[in-house]
């Protein structure tokens, strides 16, 4: 009989990130990432970690090598400011790249994932992206790529990001950009065995929570020019609402100018869903056989 598969979650947000997140949708980042798990891998077991955090550590008994995956999500802590937060953040993940255990990070996981294998972080030269990264495509190596299997030559996906990767590590591959980001995926290789899979947008995020991170952030996005008052917000918020609860409302989908790539669950979760099939579980039917 198999074992069940073993999930770490590094939850990257620092304490009080996780308190707002959690005062707006009622789950933290970490949280989030262990309910989409749940779904799709229904018979994992998942441990989660606050790698941001003083003292964090694995669970007694643990290690890093007897993990299945490991999953790394947002924060809105900046990989270019070195703080004892992104040291620890830093400093988690390059001991992950020494496991030899595959990973998977979305927004600031991918950013984290970056600086460990030697890469660089900045603001986003082009601003804020946020709600939806629209038009992303697919690199030539992307097109043949497992993490964009199934996803088209162009594709929107929820997004909501200050920062950006400025220069991916050596050994790392390009999988999608868009107008607004330069590198919105990528394969990063670290070490004799380290894997990672990572994407500047949120597969994992539901509307809704789209919609709470932009009244999280009001006061930000007028700053930014992208909205003119709290009432503009709050009304594109509502609008994200209304569409989670009612996905099969087309007049909402049509005037947020979405498609099924955000609006079907399924497919808004793609990258999660091919980086569990193709890189965790071949790893699993090889240790089996060993």
């Not at 988690?92 to 600031?108: H, I």
């Not at 629209?134 to 920062?163: K, Q, W, Y």
Request: charged share 25%; glycine share 8%; with cysteine.
């Amino acid at each position: 009989m198999t074992a069940p598969l073993r999930f770490l979650i590094a939850e990257n947000e620092p304490p009080s990130a996780r308190a707002k997140r959690r005062e707006s949708v009622g789950r933290s980042s970490g949280e989030t990432y262990l309910t989409v798990l749940k779904v799709l891998a229904p018979t994992a077991h998942c441990d989660r970690i606050k790698s941001a955090d003083v003292g964090s550590a694995l669970p007694s008994g643990a290690a890093l090598a007897g993990y299945d995956g490991v999953f790394l999500t947002g924060s809105p802590l900046h990989l270019y400011q070195e703080t004892a937060e992104t040291r620890r953040e830093v400093g988690f993940m390059r001991a992950v790249f020494e496991s030899g255990t595959p990973a998977f990070g979305s927004c600031a996981g991918l950013q984290v994932a970056t600086v460990a294998a030697g890469g660089s972080v900045r603001r986003n030269a082009n601003g804020r992206e946020a709600a939806f990264a629209r038009r992303i495509t697919p690199t030539e190596a992307g097109r043949s790529h497992p993490l964009l299997d199934g996803r088209p030559a162009s594709f929107d996906a929820p997004a909501v990001h200050t920062d950006e990767v400025e220069t991916l590590p050596a050994g790392a591959s390009l999988l999608a950009s868009n107008r607004v980001t330069g590198v919105q995926a990528a394969d990063i290789r670290f070490g004799p065995d380290g894997v990672f899979w990572g994407v500047q947008y949120h597969p994992e995020l539901g509307l809704d929570e789209v919609a709470a991170a932009l009244r999280r952030q009001a006061e930000d996005l007028i700053e930014d020019g992208l909205a003119r008052s709290h009432a503009e917000v709050a009304a594109y918020a509502e609008e994200i609402e209304s569409l989670h609860l009612n996905p099969e409302r087309r007049d909402l989908a049509w005037r947020l100018g979405l498609d099924e790539q955000v609006t079907n669950k399924d497919e808004r979760q793609t990258e999660l869903r091919n980086f569990i099939g193709h890189l965790v579980k071949p790893r699993r039917s090889e240790r089996g056989r060993a």
